[in-house]
């Protein structure tokens, strides 16, 4: 952990928000802001430190960066790095005719352009869980719903944060279009090629990667004040476990989302909750979650192999986390700079119809699809709700009538009706015991296809984004012929961008191809799971439970 020294400076900047816990003495504070550090030895990763308000109290020691000779080091990289081509000596292009990124400046010259620059499992390294305070614990402070709550079955796909996707689209489209293949010598290359009759596809590893979420346990930091829950994370790559809180998994989300949610759909991980966080169930339930997310990721050729996912499988140590979690949150290459790193291999540019054509038949078929499964989900939602609530109830009240009655029968005084008043008995049990079988079955089956179906509803509310890139591409091309009669574009650079806006269509084919090719696996698994546990429920009533009233009733017939 690093440590604060007095020699060096006073004065510091804050790196994130902090927000104090009434009681502990604490001290809120808000990125950018500057603070004086009054105690440097309080220990147990704290300083105390007064704001510009003067109020005095304490903060997380690495939620700041020291100043130097009482100058503040930015560490904000906020340079464009796509200004290096706004000032083409050709006159080629410039910003006069697409709109300028948000939060981005101009004016960089080439160079600078480019340069911007606890307890826990004692088997596995402990991680960023333990003691790397760089996050704030209230990122989980969220409320969620937990199960299959109407919510999930009802309007709306994907939970945008903080509108990073939509951020990324609001790159200007022209210079990714027109100078990605200067780009290109940077950055590592993924490839699309023809697949076969279906279309182009992703260049899939020999090996398939996959991971364990698994072993939840609870930890403290900051001497008790904060509890968190880390799992343990095992890759299939190296069988190692390295240990991550739920909010590392939230940052690997925004970082993929940042990288590749023009490109590739990145779904939202399970639900954030304030209450019950430590309750067993929860902790289950978001496991399991955290499973089929990261199971997800794993199976995607481009998102698997990518630095910032395999340096959240397998760091070596807290160094070596810290050092790759600064690199990939300066990754230049995001939004829609990620098709700079796609390479169609012995593919023919496509004609721009086709290309429009391809990606509205796409859309069509998503928006058809996401309708399906929200149908599905509400169904499920409202068959579970019967199972564990009044179909039980009517199941139980069927076998209190049958008992009522033998009791009424058994109190005839007649020797000769024994049998049936038992028969009689046993039935009003076996009613009993499928009240509770149906209670509990949901649990066994339905469970795992409304999961199936909950991912595929956050995946596919991701596609509208995704197609908006490609839909906004098609358009800047359209536009080329004017742009070259008003001398904005030459022709080369028309040429550039249709062969560019072919590459985007070529990788939206690719992740079509992948998202049809999970989609058939995901659903014939799922499916098949279900109806298999739905025979054993009948069978179940028919073989067990339902065998001895029926004995019994059978024997009735013989007297």
């Not at 790095?81 to 706004?86: G, N």
């Not at 095992?234 to 490109?263: I, M, Q």
């Not at 996912?309 to 810290?322: A, H, V």
């Not at 560019?500 to 098949?528: G, K, P």
Request: hydrophobic share 30%.
């Amino acid at each position: 952990m690093r440590k604060v020294t007095t020699r060096l400076a006073t004065s510091a900047q804050v790196l994130y928000d902090f927000t104090a816990e009434p009681g502990n003495n604490e001290l809120s504070v808000r990125e950018g802001e500057t603070i004086t550090i009054t105690n440097q030895n309080v220990g147990g990763g704290w300083i105390e430190a007064k704001n510009s308000r003067g109020e005095v109290g304490l903060v997380p020691e690495d939620y700041i960066e020291v100043c130097s000779d009482l100058k503040c080091v930015s560490t904000s990289n906020g340079n464009d790095p796509w200004a290096v081509f706004d000032s083409n000596a050709s006159g080629g292009f410039s910003n006069n005719w697409a709109a300028q990124p948000e939060g981005t400046e101009t004016g960089e010259t080439s160079s600078s352009a480019w340069h911007s620059g606890g307890h826990g499992h004692p088997q596995a390294y402990q991680g960023p869980g333990a003691e790397d305070d760089e996050w704030d614990e209230e990122w989980d402070d969220v409320k969620s719903s937990g199960g299959y709550a109407e919510s999930e079955a009802g309007e709306g796909g994907a939970i945008h944060r903080g509108g990073a996707h939509g951020s990324s689209m609001k790159i200007a489209l022209n210079k990714v279009l027109i100078a990605i293949s200067f780009y290109m010598m940077r950055v590592r290359i993924y490839t699309v090629f023809q697949g076969g009759e279906a279309g182009p596809v992703w260049a899939y590893p020999d090996y398939q990667l996959d991971c364990v979420v698994a072993d939840p346990k609870k930890g403290t930091k900051m001497y008790g004040l904060k509890s968190y829950i880390e799992y343990q994370v095992t890759p299939t790559t190296t069988n190692k476990p390295v240990n991550h809180r739920y909010k590392h998994f939230d940052w690997l989300y925004e970082r993929l989302l940042d990288k590749y949610g023009s490109a590739i759909p990145i779904p939202c991980l399970p639900d954030k909750q304030v209450t019950g966080r430590f309750e067993e169930e929860f902790i289950k339930m978001r496991m399991e979650r955290l499973q089929g997310w990261m199971s997800r990721m794993c199976r995607h050729p481009v998102v698997s192999s990518s630095e910032v996912f395999q340096l959240f499988l397998s760091y070596k140590d807290e160094k070596d986390w810290k050092m790759g979690k600064r690199k990939a949150e300066k990754d230049e290459t995001v939004g829609v700079m990620i098709f700079s790193t796609i390479e169609p291999e012995g593919l023919p540019d496509l004609d721009l119809i086709e290309v429009e054509q391809k990606c509205e038949q796409f859309n069509r078929f998503t928006r058809a699809m996401d309708d399906g499964v929200k149908d599905l989900l509400t169904v499920g939602n409202e068959h579970w709700k019967r199972c564990t609530g009044p179909l039980p109830k009517e199941y139980q009240r069927i076998g209190k009538a049958f008992q009522n009655l033998s009791s009424v029968f058994n109190s005839s005084g007649y020797e000769g009706e024994a049998t049936l008043t038992d028969a009689l008995t046993a039935a009003g049990k076996t009613y009993e015991d499928i009240a509770q079988m149906v209670a509990e079955q949901p649990k066994k089956d339905l469970h795992f296809l409304m999961e199936t179906n909950n991912e595929y509803k956050g995946l596919l509310g991701c596609f509208p984004d995704t197609i908006g890139v490609h839909k906004a591409a098609i358009e800047k091309v359209k536009e080329a012929d004017k742009l070259v009669a008003t001398g904005k574009i030459t022709t080369s650079e028309k040429i550039t961008m249709s062969k560019r806006a072919s590459t985007m269509s070529y990788a939206l084919q690719a992740e079509m191809i992948h998202f049809h090719t999970n989609r058939i696996y995901d659903y014939n698994r799922v499916m098949q799971q279900y109806l298999e546990q739905q025979v054993k429920f009948y069978e179940m009533v028919k073989c067990g439970n339902n065998s001895k009233s029926s004995r019994a009733f059978h024997n009735v017939g013989r007297c």
